[in-house]
Nanobody, 124 residues
């Protein structure tokens, strides 16, 4: 599985942005998909995850109510809609897929496949 993230950019606080992650491979609809982020000088942290069907979504407390994860299995794409952006949301955002062996959705070790990252910068 190859993942290609896009949609990052420079925005002002309070703005919205939508990230996309296009996946190759026929097994996309079998995997949990997640978004992580990494700010300069920090570790990669969980942002959101969505179940294979799209019926269940999970969020970090810092983004709950502002971000929405969704997926379109027909297009092999997962999205992260980010509203009310804050300067502390500035980071490189990575999409990831769990792979065939499901162990959870919260930890980096749960994900087998990773995209290259897209930079989101929120100015105050």
């Amino acid at each position: 599985v190859q993942l290609q993230a896009s949609g990052g950019g420079l925005v002002q606080a309070g703005d919205s942005l939508r990230l996309s992650c296009a996946a190759s491979g026929r097994a996309f609809s079998n995997y949990y998909m997640g978004w992580f982020r990494q700010a300069p000088g920090t570790g990669r942290e969980f942002v959101a995850a969505v179940s294979p069907s799209g019926g269940s979504a999970y969020y970090a407390g810092s983004v709950k109510g502002r971000f929405t994860i969704s997926r379109d299995n027909a297009k092999n794409t997962v999205y992260l809609q980010m509203n009310s952006l804050k300067p502390e949301d500035t980071a490189v955002y990575y999409c990831a897929a769990t792979g065939e062996r499901y162990t959870g959705y919260y930890y980096r070790r749960d994900y087998e496949y990773w995209g290259q990252g897209t930079l989101v910068t929120v100015s105050s």
